[in-house]
């Protein structure tokens, strides 16, 4: 086993300490007004890399995070897998019951949802690659496809917090959006997903063979997995110490789910999201089981994961007003268009409609995960990336607003 050297312990265990307390003031900050405290730690993170710290003071900042290190090589394992058990939290929040309740509404909501944002991120890159800074045909068509599937997904757990907040949760139309959010997500992250696996260069797996596989490890999971999760959670929970073990093996069912899907050629994430998921809708996983989960989670390795976002690129001299204009563009009117298309068509009001499509457009850490996992491979640039952030940051903070501005106004149905 290779050890590291004395300085990079040091340094590492220096790096953990300085992102996790400024990403902690930062989350405190922006909760004093209002907003996630996603958007604290990546400001943070802007704060402490090449945008601020970098150009303030180049020496302690490349003293701090150097790039060819020891110490460097962890952080980003330890990045990584911060990004795995995030959605893996986001898979627990999916619950099946309330997607079969919603029935033919909730399929009309995702569907429209899904599709028409689909359609409008394809679109517009595969006509206009130069202006995304795409080259060849190739590149393109991969480009394209992520585009799309980026304006697709949304951010449950961001939704399911201003639904909360509105007193909205528990509403006909409420669960409805939640579901319509799963069905997109699930979907989208499937998408994503084949889409890494075309452009993987250390996976010789057939591209066919792996979809077929994808699709029968997301059928087995929810299925046959999801019941044997069921029985054998009761005997975690009696002869395991508590909450140690259903924490512990939880976290061990994720990493397990993350390689299968990793060494089948389809991203880590998937497999994390796709365990979350089957074993979020469990009886036997308590609401305080997933409460542990959610705060060990969110309060340690969430932190690093947006903090080093900022580390990773300069936000001003990377960031481009007419291509982060066009992209919030594309993502509020496919989103909106679509879903509140797909409501109005479940039975609801235009208002009703509206308020949804606005509540479904909130992105936050899951665009950024995605965007992140693009850059790594070689999908996007760091303008493209830049954007992106921006993007999903400015559909969160404006997605609760904007919904209770819709159903305060009066329009005609």
């Not at 069921?230 to 994720?254: I, T």
């Not at 679509?338 to 992105?363: C, D, H, V, Y």
Request: glycine share 10%; with cysteine.
């Amino acid at each position: 086993m290779v050890r590291l050297a004395h300085a990079d312990v040091v340094q590492l265990l220096v790096q953990l300490g300085i992102m996790l307390i400024a990403g902690r003031l930062f989350a405190e900050v922006a909760r004093r007004f209002g907003q996630p405290a996603v958007i604290g730690e990546i400001i943070a993170g802007i704060l402490l890399g090449p945008t601020i710290l970098g150009m303030l003071e180049p020496a302690w900042f490349e003293s701090l995070f150097p790039t060819p290190s020891g110490a460097g090589i962890v952080l980003s394992g330890i990045v990584q897998i911060s990004v795995v058990m995030l959605l893996f939290i986001a898979g627990l929040e999916v619950d099946l019951h309330i997607v079969w309740q919603q029935g033919k509404q909730a399929i009309a909501t995702s569907f429209m949802g899904l599709i028409i944002p689909f359609a409008i991120g394809f679109v517009f890159p595969y006509f206009f690659p130069e202006f995304f800074g795409i080259a060849t045909a190739q590149d393109r068509i991969v480009f394209a496809l992520f585009m799309g599937t980026a304006m697709a997904i949304s951010a449950l757990p961001v939704i399911v917090r201003i639904l909360m907040d509105l007193n909205m949760f528990k509403t006909r139309m409420g669960m409805l959006v939640v579901a319509s959010a799963m069905v997109d997500d699930v979907i989208g992250w499937m998408i994503f997903s084949v889409i890494l696996g075309m452009i993987g260069k250390e996976n010789s797996m057939p591209l066919i063979n792996t979809i077929l596989l994808t699709a029968g490890f997301t059928a087995f999971m929810l299925t046959i997995g999801r019941g044997l999760l069921n029985r054998f959670l009761p005997w975690v929970n009696k002869k395991l110490a508590w909450p140690g073990g259903v924490l512990s093996l939880s976290l061990a069912l994720c990493f397990l789910a993350a390689a299968f899907t990793e060494y089948i050629g389809i991203h880590a994430i998937f497999g994390a999201f796709i365990m979350g998921v089957a074993l979020g809708d469990s009886v036997h996983f308590s609401e305080r089981a997933k409460e542990i989960v959610h705060q060990f989670i969110n309060n340690i390795f969430a932190p690093l994961f947006f903090v080093s976002i900022g580390l990773r690129v300069n936000f001003i001299t990377n960031f481009d007003l007419l291509l982060t204009l066009i992209i919030i563009f594309i993502a509020f009117a496919g989103k909106i268009t679509g879903a509140g298309l797909g409501t109005r068509l479940g039975g609801f009001s235009w208002k009703e409609s509206l308020a949804a499509g606005f509540g479904l457009n909130a992105r936050g850490a899951m665009e950024i995960i995605l965007g992140l996992i693009a850059l790594e491979n070689g999908l996007i640039n760091e303008k493209v990336f830049v954007s992106l952030v921006i993007m999903a940051l400015v559909t969160s903070m404006t997605s609760g607003p904007l919904m209770k501005w819709s159903l305060s106004r009066k329009w005609k149905d």
